[in-house]
């Protein structure tokens, strides 16, 4: 066998090479450039190999006969390996010659274009061509030769193996392990991507190296220093571990690889860093762990590195230890929370992996590596689910209803990691069943409430397992209630108090899509709102009705009312706000919106960085808070019912104060936001009557003589009724929307009287809420005493009268008084058309609903004249249909056309359907797809494409529309009934009689419409109804029970209406007609009936 010390393997002449390349570049000295720098840094580091594999050789071909001892196997690898070297060394020496004489070229052009001189950009190394290529080449030839020095070294290590077959505790001969592993794993995908000169002699290089570990176990993990193991049931996060793996994929880089981690408390970022580190620790020489939620426990746990190390126990000395090391290492740096600066916790320089977990997203800016940062948020159903049941140690097979009651958990646990675990606990230590787990939870809140104190209090009677149970509770919030002591101890500083004050009040909010904008809004809206109507000249008007109302009640009697009510307001407690809403240093209003502006993103940056908040989305200003924190912020047991009711009063005010009252707030994009209210308004009434409730029964427990302060309804709670009112009204939420007013009108006429400007105008409100219930009877009767309060006190032709004139007309209308109604609106047309002009949303409005009647007289051509001319009128006002009247006008003028031409112009239903489509979708995107006014255009669409022929789409959109009504309306509500009434029209259409008769019958019923009906006792859209049933019966040939229907429709169209004025409607007519086709039909008649008199029946 050959000598492998031979020296015959290139090093000598490589080093002679080198210097000779070396001594080229000296002319550098005179003109130095980057390249240059960096091509003799390159060479310099090869000569160091090739001087370091000399030395190498030397010392081996002294210990001759050590080495001859050495196992046959081990000493043919060794060989090996220094054949590889020779052949590195060999391709390297002719990449040197060939570097040799570019240099040469080089300075002979230097010499040529400059005289020695001056520079010229084509004589600077980086600008020549071969630069790039013999560069890398360089560089891969000197890494492959430091791994093939590391790989014979460690074989000379052999004889320290332990009995196990791994490498004794020898610090000299681990670290060799360590280094290979690591050079390996950086080499490797470099030669991959290279194919150029001595390819082939360099990957054969490289798995020559890899194969010693064949020969000496190579292991790269020395150190394994971390806070704890990862618990046993730990679950799920595999797409987060898949990022973090990712950002280290490869341990070597030239820059230091940092990735962070953040979210709320308890989300489980310490479990997710530890259980990377556990998995991974094979990748890295050393895996440590600093406790960075305090600096004293960071300095505790880099002293402990600093031992590792043996350097002197300080921060600073561990950090530069772990900097200089050039083997791969990660350090976990765990709960880095604090506000200030990461840069002095971390090591600095090129070498490393650094994985951060905290709760602040500011310190995201950290992140270098992969995607750079993952906010951790709740776990998915699914893992949740699996982790709940793992940590009570439920047996598998899992029970279906124990999944289902595991899921339920969770949820109510807003899948947050830790209170999970808390829960599966509670579960496993059999302090409550699966079943008995929520109310357990709820029980254990209250409790903590009610003895906060005497928890503490470890002397007390209260036994072993009740304090257990207040632990397990108390752990899963300890966390967010040391954040918020935390906030609390710095309250000196303007957005720490703010921050708190903020935190309390949004705990009264929803805890999802909290806008910054609804509290800019609450600060500067109603100053807003006081100047415009100030400058509007309906602001004149009111004051001149109120003056005219006030004499129809007598002066002294009125003014007397007028002081008493002033007084009460002046007495009344200001509306309590948070003080960055407040204007107290009097800024005008610009100046004002901008500073609360400012402060309110101050503080959120403030709850943001501790997690307490988290912003919903990159582009708008919108918040929310974990369920868990938002309800401890709410129920700390620190915090008593009475201040409860403070920052509930509170959430309630900041929330009306950014609704305006109409006319104002009429845009698209105002209603849009509003809308989005409605689920912190449902909230905060929601705490306003649990805080009412408790504040009660504390007082019974109290047992004191002294009565309970009930929450009185004055002139704020009348203001925050009646703004809150119009959102539930916008939404749909008409009957949360008529309670309210009924307290606002109840307040005021006890207050002001009935006849008071302010009481009418909410009467007027309160009458179209009802209106909208469809409770047509209480709307009219509200609309009577009002109209006749204008009528006797400004007259008949005063714009109110008017305005209140059109509105009897309509709900009249709904009431089936199709004559009188009529009689209104053409009253209030030429009254507006003389007091406002033709083109004017009042006049417009009236004459839309003077053709809403026409159509119900069956006068489809006037009907549809009348929406033409009341669309193109608003057009000329607004310039566009994108309006909530603008889509009421258009949605009047298709059901006109349809009904009218519908049966005979295909063309005409084709665009009533495009723009009934149109309407559906402005609907649904403004005011969401459950709103009753989305609903009732999905159910006109679908009429329409039923009078197309499109039956089974028209039932899919029927049917859902009808789904989400009746979960949604009162089972009498005319709205629901006409929609039934026409599904089963269409499922008539379509051949589905049977189902079809079943709806109509109890549609039919006549006591759903007792709200509506007149004194007369029926209603029209019963007519219709009874009229589709008896087209369905004949349908069916069951004429003689179709027939006996008839009879009874001729009775109620005698009485309905008054003064014979049913008899005279064209119904009688087509009603006439169907009587005399049924008794033909009974006797076996075949004749072929007028399609124009079955119209009602096809459309």
């Known amino acids: 066998m050959d000598d492998p010390f031979s020296p015959s393997f290139g090093t000598t002449n490589l080093l002679r090479l080198t210097e000779g390349a070396l001594l080229s570049l000296d002319w550098l000295n005179h003109s130095p450039e980057p390249k240059g720098t960096e091509l003799v840094n390159q060479l310099k580091d090869l000569q160091n190999a090739a001087s370091e594999l000399d030395d190498m050789a030397m010392r081996g071909r002294r210990r001759r006969g050590a080495v001859a001892t050495a196992p046959q196997a081990d000493l043919l690898y060794l060989h090996k390996l220094w054949r590889s070297v020779a052949a590195v060394a060999q391709e390297c020496s002719y990449a040197i010659e060939s570097l040799q004489s570019h240099l040469k070229d080089l300075a002979r052009d230097r010499d040529a274009k400059n005289g020695h001189h001056q520079v010229h950009r084509e004589v600077y190394l980086g600008h020549r061509a071969w630069y790039e290529d013999t560069f890398l080449v360089l560089k891969l030839y000197t890494e492959t030769l430091h791994t093939l020095i590391s790989a014979i070294e460690l074989m000379q290590h052999k004889d320290e193996v332990d009995e196990n077959g791994n490498l004794s505790n020898n610090s000299e001969a681990q670290t060799l392990s360590s280094e290979l592993t ?10 991959q991507a290279y194919n150029g000169q001595g390819v082939t002699d360099l990957r054969d290089a490289l798995a020559d190296a890899t194969g010693v570990s064949f020969h000496v176990p190579v292991s790269l993990n020395k150190h394994f220093v971390v806070r704890r193991s990862v618990q046993s049931f730990y679950t799920g996060r595999e797409q987060q571990m898949a990022k973090i793996t990712a950002a280290f994929e490869q341990p070597l880089s030239q820059t230091q690889r940092r990735f962070v981690v953040y979210g709320l408390g308890g989300s489980g970022k310490t479990e997710l860093a530890l259980k990377y580190a556990q998995d991974n620790a094979q990748k890295f020489w050393g895996v440590f762990f600093v406790d960075a939620s305090t600096r004293k426990s960071a300095a505790g746990s880099y002293a402990e590195i600093a031992k590792i190390g043996g350097v002197d126990h300080n921060e600073k000395a561990a950090q530069h230890w772990l900097a200089t ?7 976990v740096v765990d709960n880095a929370d604090s506000e200030m600066a990461l840069d002095d916790l971390l090591p600095s320089g090129t070498k490393g992996c650094i994985l951060v977990t905290s709760r602040n997203p500011a310190h995201k800016s950290y992140g270098t590596s992969g995607e750079r940062f993952l906010e951790l948020k709740d776990m998915n159903v699914e893992e949740a689910n699996e982790l709940i049941l793992k940590v009570a140690e439920e047996p598998r097979p899992w029970d279906r209803s124990v999944q289902d009651t595991a899921n339920a958990i969770c949820t109510a646990l807003g899948y947050l990691p830790l209170a999970i675990v808390h829960a599966g606990k509670a579960v496993l230590h059999n302090l409550c069943s699966w079943n008995g787990y929520l109310e357990y939870y709820e029980r254990s809140i209250k409790l903590i409430r009610r003895q906060w104190h005497s928890r503490r209090d470890r002397s007390s009677s209260r036994n072993r397992r009740r304090r257990q149970e207040d632990d397990a509770s108390m752990n899963v919030f300890s966390t967010y209630e ?47 709102e006081a100047k415009a109507r100030q400058k509007s000249a309906q602001s004149q008007e009111d004051e001149e009705t109120s003056r005219r109302l006030a004499a129809r009640q007598g002066f ?8 008493a009510y002033r007084v009460y307001k002046f007495l009344e407690t200001p509306p309590p706000l948070p003080d960055v809403l407040k204007n107290t240093d009097n800024l005008d209003d610009e100046d004002f919106e901008a500073n609360v502006g400012d402060r309110l993103r101050a503080a959120m940056r403030v709850l943001i960085s501790m997690s307490l ?7 708008e200003e919108r918040y929310s808070i974990h369920p868990l924190v938002h309800r401890w912020i ?6 008593s019912t009475s201040e409860q009711a403070l920052w509930c009063q509170m959430a309630a005010t900041v929330l009306a104060r950014s609704i305006p009252l109409p006319p104002l707030g009429g845009s698209d994009d105002e209603l849009s936001k509003r809308l989005k209210l409605l689920p912190h308004i449902m909230h905060v009434r929601r705490w306003q009557s649990i805080i009412q409730d408790t504040l009660k029964e504390n007082q019974r427990l109290r047992k004191s003589w002294w009565p309970v302060a009930e929450m009185q309804f004055g002139p704020l709670q009348a203001q925050e009724a009646g703004r809150f009112s119009r959102v539930y009204s916008e939404c749909g939420l008409f009957k949360e929307a008529s309670q309210l007013q009924w307290q606002i009108r109840n307040f005021l006429v006890s207050r002001l009287g009935e006849e008071n400007m302010l009481t009418l105008q909410v009467t007027m409100f309160l009458s179209g809420t009802l209106w909208q219930l469809t409770q047509s009877n209480q ?10 309060t204008y009528h006797d006190g400004l007259g008949p032709d005063h714009p109110k009268t008017l305005e209140v004139m059109d509105k009897l007309g309509l709900s009249i209308w709904l009431q089936g008084r199709f004559s009188e109604a009529l009689a209104l609106h053409v009253k209030a047309i030429d009254g507006m058309k003389r007091v406002h002009g033709d083109l004017h949303v009042g006049t417009l409005t009236a004459i839309n609903n003077a053709g809403r009647v026409h159509r119900r007289l069956l006068d489809f051509d006037k009907s549809a004249e009348l929406h033409v001319h009341a669309l193109e009128g608003l057009r000329k006002l607004h310039g566009n249909d994108t309006s909530q009247l603008a889509l009421e006008f258009i949605e009047d003028l298709c059901l006109s056309r349809m009904m009218g031409y519908g049966h005979t112009d295909k063309l005409i239903l084709q665009d009533c359907h495009d723009k009934m489509e149109y309407v559906l979708d402005h609907r649904k995107r403004l005011l969401g797809k459950e709103q009753p006014y989305t609903l009732l255009a999905m159910c006109h669409l679908g009429r329409i494409k039923s009078a197309m022929g499109r039956h089974d789409e028209a039932m899919r959109m029927m049917k859902l529309a009808l789904d989400i009504a009746e979960r949604n309306l009162d089972e009498a509500h005319i709205g629901l009934l006409a929609g039934k009434t026409y599904y089963a029209q269409s499922l008539a259409h379509a051949g589905r009689l049977n189902e079809a ?17 007149g004194e007369d006792g029926e209603h029209p859209d019963r007519i219709l109804t009874l009229w589709y049933l008896v087209r369905c019966l004949e349908k069916q040939k069951k004429y003689e029970e179709a027939l006996e229907i008839c009879h009874a429709l001729e009775q109620i169209l005698l009485v309905i209406g008054g003064h014979n004025l049913g008899s005279k409607h064209k119904f009688a007519g087509i009603l006439r007609d169907g009587k005399a086709r049924l008794t033909e039909k009974m006797h076996g008649s075949t004749k072929v009936w007028d399609v124009d008199n079955m119209l009602l029946w096809e459309i």
């Open 325 to 331: 090391r050039s083997v791969p290492w990660l350090l």
């Open 997 to 1013: 008769e079943t709806i109509l019958r109890s549609v039919a019923e006549k006591k759903k419409y007792q709200e509506t009906t």
């Open 634 to 639: 709410r129920e700390r047991p620190q915090i």
């Open 779 to 788: 709307a009219t009767e509200l609309l009577r005493r009002v109209y006749n």
């Open 556 to 563: 002294l009697s009125s003014w007397l009312t007028a002081q």
């Open 182 to 191: 690591y050079q390996i794993a950086a080499l490797g995908p470099k030669l």
């Open 482 to 528: 040391i954040l918020y002591r935390n906030l609390e101890l710095r309250q000196d500083e303007e957005d720490h108090k703010d921050a708190v004050q903020l935190l309390q009040v949004f705990s009264f909010f929803h805890c999802h899509d909290i806008r910054l904008d609804t509290l800019i809004s609450a600060a500067v809206g109603p100053t807003k």
């Open 613 to 619: 908040v988290a912003k919903q989305d990159r582009l």
